[in-house]
T-cell receptor, first 113, second 111 residues
Framework: NAGVTQTPKFQVLKTGQSMTLQCAQDMNHEYMSWYRQDPGMGLRLIHYSVGAGITDQGEVPNGYNVSRSTTEDFPLRLLSAAPSQTSVYFC????????????FGPGTRLTVT | GEDVEQSLFLSVREGDSSVINCTYTDSSSTYLYWYKQEPGAGLQLLTYIFSNMDMKQDQRLTVLLNKKDKHLSLRIADTQTGDSAIYFCAEMNTGFQKLVFGTGTRLLVSP
C-alpha cells in the first residue's frame, strides 16, 4: 500500500494562476479531506468528502473547489491563486467505521507570489 | 463552535517525562486524537481515545481524558531526542465528519 500520496511536493504560482493539487489513496477509504496548515494556526479543514460523488465545505473553503469522481482520488483546485493561499496543504483519508483515524499524505508546499 | 487549545512550546531533557496538555470545547466529541509531525513531514497518528474512556496506555505513551473538564493530556515516558516534533491534539465531532485540530505543541528534547 502506498497510503495517501500527494503531488506535487512543491509549487510556486503567480497571483491569478490556477492549478490542481492531486491526492490519491489506495486503502479504499470512503472519507477524504483537505487541510491547510499555516504557522501558529494548526490545520484547518478546506473541503471533505464522505464518498464518491459527495463533497462538502469545511472551515475555509473560499477560493478552492473539489470533486470526487472516484473513491481513490480527491483533487483540490485553486481557481485564481492569491498570496493568502500560500500554505502547506495536506490531504487525508479515513475508513468509515471505528475510530475514523485519518491517514495523512506528505503535504504540498504552495507559494503564491 | 468547536475549539481546541494547546500550549505552544514544551522543553524537556532526555530521559524525563513530557506532558502535553489540550483543552477542547465540544462536549459531544466522540474520539480524541494525538498526532505527531516531524519537520517537513505529514501528520502521523500516535494514539486516540474514545470519549467514554479516561485513560489509554500504549508503550511509552499515556493518554488521560478528563471529560468533565474537557481536558486531554499526552504523557511521553523516558523522552528521547527523536520525540522532538510538533504534537497536535484533535477531536472528532459526533457526525464523524471532520477533525478539529489544536494549534500544536512544539516539543524540544535536549540531551
Amino acid at each position: 500500500n502506498a497510503g495517501v500520496t500527494q503531488t506535487p511536493k512543491f509549487q510556486v504560482l503567480k497571483t491569478g494562476q490556477s492549478m490542481t493539487l492531486q491526492c490519491a489513496q489506495d486503502m479504499n477509504h470512503e472519507y477524504m479531506s483537505w487541510y491547510r496548515q499555516d504557522p501558529g494556526m494548526g490545520l484547518r479543514l478546506i473541503h471533505y468528502s464522505v464518498g464518491a460523488g459527495i463533497t462538502d465545505q469545511g472551515e475555509v473553503p473560499n477560493g478552492y473547489n473539489v470533486s470526487r469522481s472516484t473513491t481513490e482520488d480527491f483533487p483540490l483546485r485553486l481557481l485564481s491563486a492569491a498570496p493568502s493561499q500560500t500554505s502547506v496543504y495536506f490531504c487525508a483519508s479515513s475508513p468509515p467505521l471505528g475510530a475514523r483515524e485519518q491517514y495523512f499524505g506528505p503535504g504540498t508546499r504552495l507559494t503564491v507570489t | 463552535g468547536e475549539d481546541v487549545e494547546q500550549s505552544l512550546f514544551l522543553s524537556v531533557r532526555e530521559g524525563d517525562s513530557s506532558v502535553i496538555n489540550c483543552t477542547y470545547t465540544d462536549s459531544s466529541s466522540t474520539y480524541l486524537y494525538w498526532y505527531k509531525q516531524e519537520p517537513g513531514a505529514g501528520l502521523q497518528l500516535l494514539t486516540y481515545i474514545f470519549s467514554n474512556m479516561d485513560m489509554k496506555q500504549d508503550q511509552r505513551l499515556t493518554v488521560l481524558l478528563n471529560k468533565k473538564d474537557k481536558h486531554l493530556s499526552l504523557r511521553i515516558a523516558d523522552t528521547q531526542t527523536g520525540d522532538s516534533a510538533i504534537y497536535f491534539c484533535a477531536e472528532m465531532n459526533t457526525g464523524f465528519q471532520k477533525l478539529v485540530f489544536g494549534t500544536g505543541t512544539r516539543l524540544l528534547v535536549s540531551p
